[in-house]
């Protein structure tokens, strides 16, 4: 079974930084493509960033310049560096990994999520 586990969420004060983690666990062979989401209450649910296997990055608008993801393939971790938050950086952050396995299956899956609030 594939599981990916987010962390590093927690409350922080504008201008600050934290980083997100989201590793994943089981059978993996390799970890094709990652990306991080976030929704808001009443908000529907947006990409933050996105990472391919090639290593091509993408971020949403209201991120860039400030936000910034990566990946570690030997620990099958992805991270999100975020700089600069903003109270309206406020949400649940998710994982999305596509995951090959070490029986080739392919599998597209989320983490739990993990809370960041951006007060003073």
């Known amino acids: 079974q594939v599981q990916l586990v987010e962390s590093g969420g927690g409350l922080v004060q504008p201008g600050g930084s934290l980083k997100l983690s989201c590793a994943a666990s089981g059978s993996i062979y390799r970890l094709d493509a990652g990306g991080w989401y976030r929704q808001a209450p009443g908000k529907q649910r947006e990409l933050v960033a996105a990472?391919?296997?090639?290593?091509?990055?993408n971020y949403a608008d209201s991120v860039k310049g400030r936000f910034t993801i990566s990946r570690d393939n030997a620990k099958k971790t992805v991270y999100l560096q975020m700089n600069s938050l903003k109270p309206e950086d406020t949400a649940v952050y998710l994982c999305n990994a596509a995951i090959t396995t070490t029986t080739l299956t392919k599998y597209n899956t989320w983490g739990q999520g993990t809370q960041v609030t951006v007060s003073s």
């Open positions: 990472l391919t296997n090639g290593g091509s990055t």
